[in-house]
């Protein structure tokens, strides 16, 4: 026990265990005097343990909440209780961020005499932190743009344009339709309107339950596209709430070609069809007549 005795009473020992600790430690009296620092603290603020003896931790520590009512230290002993954070530390024109944990220091007698506060540079693990977090915010935005266009394919699966017919193709759509749906839906369709050339579209929404004013817009804004770029679009299988919405809207109901069933919209782009040829057929005929 003696022996032990006599370590106890070798501050010389005492400050090598203390300057054998990675993290900073320093000790302050009630009048935030400093009376111990270890070495590992006084060289994060590029000064030695002598430099910080007896003087003010707020003339050694630069930080947001020195000289204020977050100090760590006053909160600790005040309190009577540990406080614990993350903080900035200044210096040399730099700034070094560092997590902290104060508690009060006390006498044998149980009273308050001042503070030790330790503390550790977490820079480089902000920094590692900070890298981490992005790669998952990529793998989040790469995750989600997949969904997206996982979700599109399916939607152009779901919503296949089929040519019915020589110069007739057609869309129909069946069960619930967004806008997002309709949008895919209108591009689909024009872009076989372009790949085929076909003269006559048939729009079906007999399979649609119901149908918003956005749908119906995105639905009414084809026809006219398909129109542009020469091909007839004939809408079939209108319900009450979109006839209700086409009747109220600003719409040219002189631009539209509706019908009832698909198969309506089928023989009446056949027969238009049908129609062409024979005009072309006539006047064919009255072109070789005239070159004999």
């Not at 910080?52 to 520590?61: A, L, M, Y």
């Not at 743009?145 to 110069?167: A, C, F, M």
């Not at 006219?224 to 299988?237: E, R």
Request: proline content about 3%.
């Amino acid at each position: 026990m003696n022996k032990l005795d006599e370590i106890y009473k070798d501050e010389g020992f005492l400050s090598e265990i203390i300057n054998a600790i990675t993290s900073g430690i320093f000790v302050t009296d009630l009048e935030h005097n400093i009376l111990m620092i270890n070495a590992t603290g006084a060289e994060m603020v590029g000064r030695s343990p002598g430099d910080c003896f007896d003087r003010k931790c707020f003339e050694i520590f630069n930080t947001p909440m020195c000289q204020t009512d977050s100090c760590t230290c006053r909160l600790s002993v005040k309190n009577d209780k540990i406080n614990h954070g993350q903080t900035l530390l200044r210096h040399d024109e730099k700034e070094i961020a560092v997590e902290y944990t104060s508690r009060p220091l006390k006498n044998y007698k149980g009273e308050t005499v001042g503070c030790v506060e330790n503390f550790i540079d977490i820079t480089s693990r902000l920094e590692q932190e900070k890298i981490i977090l992005d790669q998952q915010n990529k793998l989040i935005e790469t995750r989600d743009e997949d969904i997206r266009h996982l979700q599109d394919e399916i939607l152009e699966l779901s919503t296949p344009v089929i040519e019915v017919w020589d110069g007739i193709i057609a869309l129909p759509l069946i069960g619930s339709v967004d806008s997002h749906r309709a949008r895919i839906a209108m591009e689909m369709l024009l872009e076989a309107i372009e790949r085929t050339r076909a003269p006559f579209v048939i729009i079906d929404i007999t399979g649609v339950p119901t149908v918003d004013a956005d749908v119906a817009n995105h639905i009414l804004q084809t026809v006219n596209a398909a129109k542009f770029m020469g091909s007839q679009a004939i809408i079939t299988g209108v319900g009450p709430r979109m006839a209700r919405i086409i009747a109220q809207g600003s719409v040219d109901m002189s631009s539209l070609t509706v019908r009832g069933r698909m198969t309506d919209g089928l023989h009446f782009a056949i027969s238009k069809l049908l129609q062409k040829e024979k005009e072309m057929r006539k006047v064919n005929l009255q072109v070789d007549e005239q070159i004999l």
